[in-house]
Each structure stands twice: as C-alpha cells, then as structure tokens.
C-alpha cells in the first residue's frame, strides 16, 4: 500500500458516461490492484481498478454513478490529488497458459490492465467485453490490438446480441483459467457456467486497506475482506 500525491495528466470522456483519469508519479502497480482516490470535498475515498500502468503513470477508467464521480470530471490537468495504490491482491497470471478474460461495463478497466500484461509475457488472450449499447463501447481498438476480442451489447448494437456469458458459452475458443470483472449477477452466471477462474468483486468500502471490516463477504472459509483479501477471490471461494 503507498500512499502519495499524485498529478492528473489526462481526464476525458470516452463513452456515454465513461472517463479515463491519468496519474503521474507512481512505482510499479499490479494487474487486478485498486487504487483509493480522494475526491476534493468529500470525506470517502473512491476506489477504482487499475486500469493501465505505464511510464510512472496509473490509469483508471470511471463511470459517473453520484456526486463523487460527478465531481471527479471537473478535476483539471495539472492538480495534484492524495492517491492509495498498490492496494489488495491482483490476479494470479501463473494460473493460465490459455487465458479468457471476461468483462461487464466498467469491469473492463482491471482487464484491459490484465490483457496487456498478458500481452507483455507475449501471451494473447481471449477477451469477451459486454456492454448496455453501442454507445458504451470502450477500449475496442486498443484491445483488438493485443487479443482476440468479442464485444457482446445487451441490444445488439454492437457485436454479439446479449450478455457476455452468452457470448463465452456461444464461443468456439480454447480457454483454460478464466478471470472475470463485472457486475454481480454476470459474475454469477458466469461460476454457473465454470468456476475455473477468478472473480474481481465490489463491496461498499469505508478505510479500503484493511481496518474497518465494512467490505467483508461471505466465502466458503468465512467472511474476508474485499479490499485486503480481495478484490480478486478464486470463483470456488465465492458465494454469489
Ligand atoms: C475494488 C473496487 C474497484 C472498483 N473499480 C471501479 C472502476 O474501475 N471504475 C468505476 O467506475 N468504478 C469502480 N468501482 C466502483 C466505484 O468505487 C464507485 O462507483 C464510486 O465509489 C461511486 O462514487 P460516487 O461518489 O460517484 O457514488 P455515490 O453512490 O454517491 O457514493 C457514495 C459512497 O458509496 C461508495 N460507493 C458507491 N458505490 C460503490 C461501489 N460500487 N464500491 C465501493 N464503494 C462504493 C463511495 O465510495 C462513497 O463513499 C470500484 C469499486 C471497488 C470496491
Ligand atoms: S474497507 Fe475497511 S476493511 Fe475493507
């Protein structure tokens, strides 16, 4: 966990909703990490998936949900705000040679992180991205670049007409650990259909590091915390 003040090089819209926020200043940060932000006014840090590391700078990719995210988009190149890093565990890249990484709306963010790093041991893995519609589609250039790519909308306006699970299942593609971020319920059909891979889960977080045991979760071996056991939880572990 580090703890430091960080300079915002980059916050732009790309999708309806959607914005990517650059840091600048940061040591090295792991796939499948987060990051706690502090929002200028507002007592709660935010946390967010690490969404790229490159060159010193962290990238995180935030959807505007209420006012903290709201205000997040006013916040200007050049201000410097207080950033926690390097917090929970990250994905285990050991446990696939043949990768399948799944996404849900904003749950992209930690696997495109993870599809470069995949991409940098040379590794090119499958990714199955979902999104409401056309219009929330992030990332696809940048990802078609270093994986084969399935984009699934839930309209069909793009890509594979339903869900992302829908997507793998309806997929004639090799995969042997799967790693998965998104919404609760994708999450959940998704260890229906295997539980040979990893979950990055969300909870309501207080502290974020460790001390408050408001973001526990029920696992088979007890309750755990989101944020210092997780985010990233085997798919057996887990009841979703
Ligand atoms: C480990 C982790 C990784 C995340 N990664 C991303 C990401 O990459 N991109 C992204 O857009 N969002 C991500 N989220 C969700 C993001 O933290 C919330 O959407 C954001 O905090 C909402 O803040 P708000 O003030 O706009 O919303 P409000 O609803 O006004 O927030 C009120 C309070 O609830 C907390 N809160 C609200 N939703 C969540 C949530 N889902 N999880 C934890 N705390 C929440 C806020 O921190 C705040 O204290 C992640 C959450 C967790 C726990
Ligand atoms: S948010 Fe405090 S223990 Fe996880």
Known sequence: MILKELTVTSNRKLADGIYEMRFSGASHVRPGSFVEVTVPGFYLNRPFGVGNYEN?????FYKVVGQGTDK????QVGEKLKVIYELGNGFDMEKATKPLLVSGGIGIAPIYYLAKAFANKGIRPVVVTGFRNAGEVVLEKELAEIADLYVATDDGSK????NPVACVKALDKEWDYYYSCGPMV????????????ELSLEARMGCGFGACMGCSIKTVSGYKRVCKEGPVFDAKEVEL
């Open 56 to 60: 010193g700078e962290i990238t995180i």
């Open 72 to 75: 997040m988009t006013e916040i």
């Open 159 to 162: 890509g594979f007409h339903g």
């Open 186 to 197: 994708m999450m959940h059909f998704l260890k229906m259909y295997s539980d040979k891979g």
